[in-house]
């Protein structure tokens, strides 16, 4: 799996846009962008992913540039729900058995502020 | 809400007791997976499933076993526990057999062995 980086942290006002960046280098053509968040004490929450057009669904959108190589998951109007650790992982779908399993980095932690 | 319940939530053991937790998933999905995620070390797989009475290992399985003998559940247990197990376990489930990297996963059950 190609290796993401992303910020350690970042604050967003409540009501605003979070826009959360992945650099994403070395990704390969057949390897999607995965984004998953943890609230506090909660269980990964899947929220997106994509290929290489951007990517829209009830929570966020999320924008791949052109080039692949960074991406960037937005939250349109941030609750203070919306304050947990979000990942940014890159996968080839369909591993193959053995390989399912969810490797998440650091992640950057989005506190989102009244 | 992926329908996804695990139980129990909560558990404190003893050293060299048997453990049994039980995930229990309403939507009939072939791929379920338990997880242990501990601080500086993330999320790390223990064991999956593939379907009834087919499930493999993953990353730290030492010390575990798994049996799904219905669809619906995917139980995990610690033959005899050790305190290195204390630890929080999270069962997930993938809703698509050609994208298993999209999972849902439960509330988790914190579990402490003294």
């Known amino acids: 799996d190609a290796k993401t980086t992303q910020p350690t942290s970042m604050d967003c006002a409540e009501g605003r846009a979070a826009n959360l960046p992945c650099n994403h280098s070395?990704?390969?053509?057949?390897?999607?962008v995965y984004w998953y968040r943890q609230i506090h004490s909660q269980g990964p929450q899947y929220i997106i992913h994509?290929?290489?057009n951007n990517e829209t669904n009830e929570m966020a959108s999320l924008i791949i540039t052109e080039d692949r190589k960074s991406s960037t998951l937005i939250l349109p109007h941030a609750t203070l729900r919306d304050t947990a650790v979000y990942y940014c992982i890159v996968r080839v779908v369909g591993s193959g058995a053995g390989s399912y399993q969810l490797t998440f980095g650091k992640g950057t932690k989005l506190s989102v502020i009244p | 809400d992926a329908g996804i319940t695990q139980s129990p939530r909560h558990k404190v053991t003893e050293t060299g007791t048997p453990v049994t937790l039980r995930c229990h998933q309403t939507e009939n999905h072939r791929y379920m997976y338990w997880y242990r995620q501990d601080p500086g070390h993330g999320l790390r797989l223990i064991h999956y499933?593939?379907?009834?009475?087919?499930?493999d290992k993953g990353e730290v399985s030492d010390g575990y076993s798994v049996s799904r003998s219905k669809t619906e559940d995917f139980l995990l247990t610690l033959e005899s526990a050790t305190s290195s197990q204390t630890s929080v376990y999270f069962c997930?489930?993938?809703?698509?057999?050609?994208?298993?990297?999209?999972?849902?996963f439960g509330p988790g059950t914190r579990l402490t062995v003294l």
């Open positions: 997930a489930i993938s809703r698509s057999i050609v994208d298993p990297n999209t999972q849902y």
């Open positions: 499933s593939y379907g009834v009475k087919d499930t």
């Open positions: 070395t990704i390969s053509g057949n390897e999607y």
């Open positions: 994509g290929l290489k």
